[in-house]
Each structure stands twice: as structure tokens, then as C-alpha cells.
């Protein structure tokens, strides 16, 4: 079975200053690590994804991800943090063995506030 | 790039009817389609898979006969919630993957679809 966890449900940072989201994952195989973050009342958007290659990977509005095999981690960064970064962050993780479309394992969430 | 649309946004209707929710992919071809529900504060909860020309495979729990599905082409999905209840309010989310290899590319999600059952 695969799974994600988000372990923090809110995280506050100030405008500027760095921010990270974590997320760890276990699956069998070699994973497929998703960011996506959630507007209010709207569906997920794609921020970046880890696949293979580079382990330090770069996505949508200046975000990153580090992963971290030994850790099974996939926290999500960003160097300088902007009020308009506030929202709802999903990790997701696949297990790259599975054939076809096989489900996607989402975490819980984590809810960025960025202070002003 | 990949774009699903989901319609409609919001819905309210009373408890004994039944609602369909449209999710379409706008420039590309879908075979299969997810449905997900979302509670207030809490993850996506995968409900069923869409698949086009087949039959959907429902997640353990899900009722496929509260919640029918239907994949008629390579761009349309439907859920229809039958017989609605206040317990059936919740955010239901459509989403499909995108074109490459299969499973490393992202998922695209519709906007949603806010359900209320008075």
C-alpha cells in the first residue's frame, strides 16, 4: 500500500521569508511524487512533479521540491514567500511500478498562510 | 495545456432528487476520469474511476449505485448522485491524467462541484 504524510496542517510564515511544506511517502516501488495547491472552492492545480533524474526539482510560481530517498521525503520550498502563496498544498505520491492509471495517493493537506 | 472543465459549480437541490455533474476534457482525450469527494478540512477521497466504454471501478465503500457513472466518450464523464440525501453534501472533484507515460504525468482537475441537499 502507498501513503503520504503531511504532518503539519497549517504552517505561517512571513512575507519574504523562506517557506517549506513537508511530505514523506511510502510505496513498494519507486515513487512518483506530485505537488498540487488547492484555491478556495476550486479543483487542485499541478505545481511540480518528481519522476526520476535530478532529485531537486523546480515548478509553477518559483516553487521547489527536494526529494530524498533515504528520508522519503518531498518537501515543497520556495525562497521567498508571497501573501498570494496562501492556500491549501497537497502532496501526492504513485507507485511507479503500477500499470495503467493507478490511483494517486493524496496527503491530508497543509494550509500555507503567509503573513504580511 | 490540459484543460477540464466541470459543470456545473455549485448545486443545490432537495433531498430525494438526483443531480448529474459533468466533467469534460477540453483539448485532450480521456479515457479514464477520476471522482474524488472532499470534506471540509480533509484530503481527496477517491471514489471511483471512470472508464471510457467500460464500466467504473468503484472504491471499497463507495456505493455504485448511489453514485452512477457513466464514460460515454473520450471526453465526457458523468456522476449522478441518485436519490440525494444531506449526508451526499459534500465538494465532488473530477480530474484526468494528462498525455506522456502513463502515471508520471500530472493529474488536471475540474473546478469542482459544491453540492447542498436540503
Known amino acids: 500500500a502507498q501513503s503520504v504524510a503531511q504532518p503539519e496542517d497549517q504552517v505561517n510564515v512571513a512575507e519574504g521569508n523562506p517557506l517549506t511544506v513537508k511530505c514523506t511517502y511510502s510505496?513498494?516501488?519507486?515513487?512518483?511524487l506530485f505537488w498540487y495547491v488547492q484555491y478556495p472552492n476550486r479543483g487542485l492545480q499541478f505545481l511540480l512533479k518528481?519522476?526520476?533524474?535530478?532529485?531537486l526539482v523546480k515548478g509553477s510560481y518559483g516553487f521547489e521540491a527536494e526529494f530524498n530517498k533515504s528520508q522519503t521525503s518531498f518537501h515543497l520550498k520556495k525562497p521567498s514567500a508571497l501573501v498570494s502563496d496562501s492556500d491549501l498544498y497537497f502532496c501526492?505520491?504513485?507507485?511507479?511500478?503500477?500499470?495503467?492509471?493507478?490511483?494517486?495517493?493524496f496527503g491530508i493537506g497543509t494550509k500555507l498562510q503567509v503573513i504580511p | 495545456g490540459a484543460v477540464v472543465s466541470q459543470h456545473p459549480s455549485r448545486v443545490i437541490c432537495k433531498s430525494g432528487t438526483s443531480v448529474k455533474i459533468e466533467c469534460r476534457s477540453l483539448?485532450?482525450?480521456?479515457?479514464?476520469m477520476f471522482w474524488y469527494r472532499q470534506f471540509p478540512k480533509q484530503s481527496l477521497m477517491l471514489m471511483a474511476t471512470?472508464?471510457?466504454?467500460?464500466?467504473?471501478?468503484?472504491e471499497q465503500g463507495v456505493e455504485k449505485d448511489k453514485f452512477l457513472i457513466n464514460h460515454a466518450s473520450l471526453t465526457l464523464s458523468t456522476l449522478t448522485v441518485t436519490s440525494a440525501h444531506p449526508e451526499d453534501s459534500s465538494f465532488y472533484i473530477c480530474?484526468?491524467?494528462?498525455?506522456?507515460?502513463?502515471?508520471?504525468?500530472?493529474?488536471?482537475f475540474g473546478n469542482g462541484t459544491r453540492l447542498t441537499v436540503t
Open positions: 483539448d485532450f482525450q480521456a479515457t479514464t
Open positions: 501526492a505520491v504513485r507507485d511507479s511500478r503500477s500499470g495503467g492509471y493507478q490511483k494517486v495517493t
Open positions: 510505496v513498494s516501488g519507486n515513487p512518483y
Open positions: 471512470s472508464n471510457e466504454g467500460s464500466k467504473a471501478t468503484y
Open positions: 480530474s484526468a491524467p494528462g498525455q506522456g507515460v502513463k502515471g508520471s504525468s500530472p493529474l488536471h
Open positions: 518528481y519522476i526520476t533524474g535530478d532529485n
